[in-house]
């Protein structure tokens, strides 16, 4: 059975960091690029960050670029987050998923495609 399940969410104050965790079971995890979504009340589900299958390439979204860095661990099957600098706007749930590319290295940011999604996790920034 599939489980993708995110932690280490929660209420931060503008400027702070987070870490986001990952834990990826029931699939094998290094055929699978990864990527950071995220969804503010009433808006579009966003890209954050992503990376592929042997962590060899990393993308951005435009708003997290030089604040957000994304890593992952084959062997622990584990997929991080790491915020910097976090502003208000960064409030929204975060999702984690995964996207089959046969362990290659092709990547898209663009969520319809991924197969599996994890739960999400509630990140608050307050000013």
């Known amino acids: 059975q599939v489980h993708l399940v995110e932690s280490g969410g929660g209420l931060v104050q503008a400027g702070g960091s987070l870490r986001l965790s990952c834990a990826a079971s029931?699939?094998?995890?290094?055929?699978?690029?990864m990527g950071w979504f995220r969804q503010a009340p009433g808006k579009e589900r966003e890209f954050v960050g992503g990376i592929t299958t042997t962590g060899g390439s990393t993308y951005y979204g435009d708003s997290v670029k030089g604040r957000f860095t994304v890593s992952r661990d084959n062997p622990k099957k584990t997929f991080n987050l790491q915020m910097n600098s976090l502003k208000p706007e960064d409030t929204a749930i975060y999702y984690c998923?995964?996207?089959?590319?046969?362990?290659?290295?092709?990547?898209?940011?663009?969520?319809?495609?991924?197969?599996?999604w994890g739960q999400g996790t509630q990140v608050t920034v307050s000013s």
């Open positions: 998923a995964a996207d089959y590319t046969a362990g290659s290295s092709a990547f898209r940011r663009r969520s319809a495609g991924y197969e599996y």
């Open positions: 029931g699939f094998t995890f290094s055929m699978y690029a």
